[in-house]
Nanobody
Framework: QVQLVESGGGLVQAGGSLRLSCAAS????????MGWFRQAPGKERDFVAA????????YYADSVKGRFTISRDNAKDTAYLEMSSLKPEDTAVYYC?????????????????????WGQGTQVTVSS
């Protein structure tokens, strides 16, 4: 079992930046690929970014490419999502997730069902 706890959300003006953290516990963090998803009210949970367990290969949704950066520190059992040039449409609850299967396929990385463990989410609100 892996426990994931997100933090760092908040209210920010358009054009601003935030850094989300996802602290993991319970299992060896470097055994899991990590992903970030977001869910706006009344909408489905959407993929944002993913990072591989050891090599740090990353993959981003087109909507955040160039603005968001995913990273991880395996020594600290923590994943991060640096968000810049934020837009009102980035407003959502942001979730981190962990997947145990080592297969790295972009089509699978975008699916909610690919991930085994989820955090409780952190709210990000971007005002215009």
């Amino acid at each position: 079992q892996v426990q994931l706890v997100e933090s760092g959300g908040g209210l920010v003006q358009a054009g601003g930046s935030l850094r989300l953290s996802c602290a993991a516990s319970g299992r060896t963090f470097s055994d899991y690929d990590m992903g970030w998803f977001r869910q706006a009210p009344g909408k489905e949970r959407d993929f944002v970014a993913a990072i591989s367990r050891r090599s740090g290969v990353t993959y981003y949704a087109d909507s955040v490419k160039g603005r968001f950066t995913i990273s991880r520190d395996n020594a600290k059992d923590t994943a991060y999502l640096e968000m810049s040039s934020l837009k009102p449409e980035d407003t959502a609850v942001y979730y981190c997730a962990a997947k145990s299967t080592p297969r790295w396929l972009q089509s699978e990385l975008k699916r909610v069902t690919t991930y085994d463990y989820w955090g409780q989410g952190t709210q990000v609100t971007v005002s215009s």
